[in-house]
């Protein structure tokens, strides 16, 4: 499979789903959707809404820094999965974090107002604006460009920040905004709107279909105060990703673990770590309530990079500190029950090629990388890395939210995804592991897009095939 | 929000094609739903599997877990695909004039 792009694949990703007429009233030429927002004096807004996020925040220290460090020279290039597929300067990391800081350098800090003055710079402009919203929703976030910068500028903070501020002025992708309502004001109270009676009826469901496959018992245990462990999964986990669940439950079981599913909040995703800190810090108090309410003891996040990272990173950050619970990953328990010979797997049930997608948000901190590599190691004959991977691993094309915004999906496809789908055709792997919500949708409609002979599964979807019950 | 027209059936529908308001639906608007979704129309089997996702979302408000749909329709995801082109939660359920779904799905 061929990296470079193709002037007909590029036609296909660029395409925009947008009605003219809308891109035309909101003077907004991006791909995703936009709630209406107020399109009059948004220059003068955005920098408004800057100015705010400075003062109550701690990003300013982390501009000044940046500003003086960034050398622009670009070797950033050689780790970003968009740019090694289009070769556009326009998507060069550096280049679009100095979107924003060309701002931040013009208008908040002196030699900026003074030169501005002096030589007739007109400051931020609408067409800048208007770049800025079109290229921060381009980068996934994935953060590997920071293995490679000789200056150390996280530029996956500096889209988040660019987007924060932006969203503070109503451009945001409105699939973001859509769920996020719902799951902070909305009646279900979860980013999918799922009901309560709703989730029983599924969990009685796969209790059953697990007593059928595997004749035990295996419980999700419901609203159990002082369990060990609160459960918290991508909620969208409970409508798409069956096997995962009945992995979980059935390593819970297996182990004896105590744990439960709270009515209260189940859903650990937070689109807030992809474009709003105020999003984010809500979001994980409504995990924090839950946890309080049951009195359990820790928190443990099932199959999802972001989730796992927004929770584990910014609980304790916004409103836990170091009385915070204990976050942990769902693989982390069941590597460690492995360790503890507590978890038992049949190595003769998988004997496919396997390979193993590293979720960006859990494997490029250094996280969990080692960890689901012996749990596969422990029952999969034929394990196959893909390369780059680990902390180097390459993201899976719909990472920073962009996987929930379906209207993005060719550029998805043609251009965030392509690097991905040339290392599982590599790989010659049949089963693509992939724990995390995000990426399971995305590599799920790459090997589809791209007609890969693959199969996308979670780690704890093999897990299930091949538990063993004392 | 936008308006769609077919034959008789006037609906508001979202920038995606989805239903505003999933009461207005009927067996005539899953028919208009359908010919966005490259399906002409409409077989017992396309009713069957509509039918199920309108009861349960009824009961339940949202729509069913994949597997549970699958389960209880009796076809495989396969052949959901097969009927819907888009799959089951840009197809079937768009025809079935459930809400676009949010979130990771």
């Not at chain 1, 809500?282 to 309530?289: E, G, N, W």
């Not at chain 2, 768009?94 to 949010?102: F, M, N, S, Y």
Request: aromatic share 10%; proline share 4%; net charge negative.
């Amino acid at each position: 499979m061929e990296l470079k792009i193709t002037e007909e694949g590029l036609k296909k990703a660029l395409k925009s789903a947008r009605k003219p007429e809308v891109t035309a009233k909101q003077k907004l030429p991006v791909r995703y959707h936009v709630e209406d927002f107020k399109v009059e004096g948004r220059t003068r807004a955005f920098l408004e809404a800057f100015a705010a996020i400075l003062k109550h925040s701690n990003y300013k220290f982390v501009l000044d820094h940046y500003i003086r460090i960034s050398a622009k020279c670009s070797r950033c290039t050689t780790n970003c999965q968009i740019y090694e597929v289009t070769g556009d300067e326009h998507d060069i990391p550096c280049y679009r974090s100095e979107l924003l800081l060309s701002i931040y350098r013009r208008h908040f800090t002196v030699a900026g107002q003074m030169s501005g003055r002096l030589f007739g710079d007109p400051g931020l402009t609408d067409e800048h604006l208007q770049e800025l919203a079109a290229s921060v929703w381009n980068c996934t976030a994935c953060r590997r460009c920071v293995n490679e910068c000789p200056m150390g500028i996280d530029h996956g903070l500096v889209t988040h920040l660019a987007r924060y501020v932006l969203s503070e002025i109503g451009i945001a992708p409105r699939a973001l905004v859509v769920s996020t309502r719902e799951q902070l004001i909305g009646d279900s109270g979860n980013t999918s709107a799922i009901p309560v009676p709703a989730l029983l009826d599924t969990l009685e469901f796969l209790e059953e279909d697990m007593e059928e496959e595997k004749g035990v018992k295996i419980k999700f245990p419901i609203n159990v105060e002082g369990a060990e462990y609160l459960f918290v999964p991508a909620v969208s986990d409970f409508l798409m990703e069956a096997e995962t669940l009945m992995g979980n439950a059935a390593v819970m079981t297996a182990t004896g673990g105590s744990w439960t599913i709270g009515t209260g909040y189940f859903d650990g995703i937070n689109y807030g770590l992809f474009y709003s800190d105020h999003v984010l810090e809500k979001a994980v108090q409504k995990i924090l309530a839950e946890a309080e309410r049951l009195k359990v003891k820790k928190i443990m996040i099932g199959e999802c990079g972001h989730a796992s990272r927004s929770a584990k990173y910014f609980y304790p950050a916004f409103c836990g500190g170091k009385d915070a619970l204990p976050i942990i990953n769902c693989m982390e328990y069941a590597y460690d029950m492995l360790k503890a010979g507590k978890l038992k797997l049949d190595p003769n049930v998988i004997k496919e090629r396997v390979t193993y997608h590293d979720p960006c948000n859990i494997a490029r901190p250094g996280w969990i990388v080692q960890q689901p590599r012996e749990l596969i190691r422990a029952f999969c004959k034929d394990f196959v890395e893909m390369t780059p991977n680990g902390r180097q691993g390459v993201c899976c094309g719909g990472g920073g939210g962009t996987v929930s915004i379906d209207e993005i999906m060719p550029y998805r496809m043609e251009i965030g995804g392509k690097y991905k789908a040339k290392q599982i055709v590599d790989t010659g792997a049949h089963y693509v592991i992939a724990p995390c919500a995000n990426c399971k949708k995305q590599i799920r409609e790459i090997i589809d897009y791209h007609k890969l002979d693959a199969e996308l599964v979670g780690l704890h979807d093999l897990i299930y095939k091949a538990i063993i019950f004392d | 929000m936008a308006i769609f027209e077919w034959e008789e059936v006037k609906i508001d529908v979202d920038e995606d094609g989805f239903m505003e308001e999933p009461d207005q639906w009927n067996e005539r608007v899953a028919l208009a739903l359908a010919s966005t979704e490259g399906v002409a129309e409409l077989s017992e089997e396309h009713w069957h599997l509509v039918n199920y996702l309108r009861d349960y979302y009824q009961k339940f408000g949202i729509a069913p877990m994949i597997r549970k749909l699958c389960k209880e329709t009796g076809f495989p995801l396969k052949k959901v695909y097969e009927l819907f082109p888009s799959g089951p939660a840009k197809g079937a359920c768009k025809v079935a004039g459930l809400a676009k779904p949010t979130g990771c799905v």
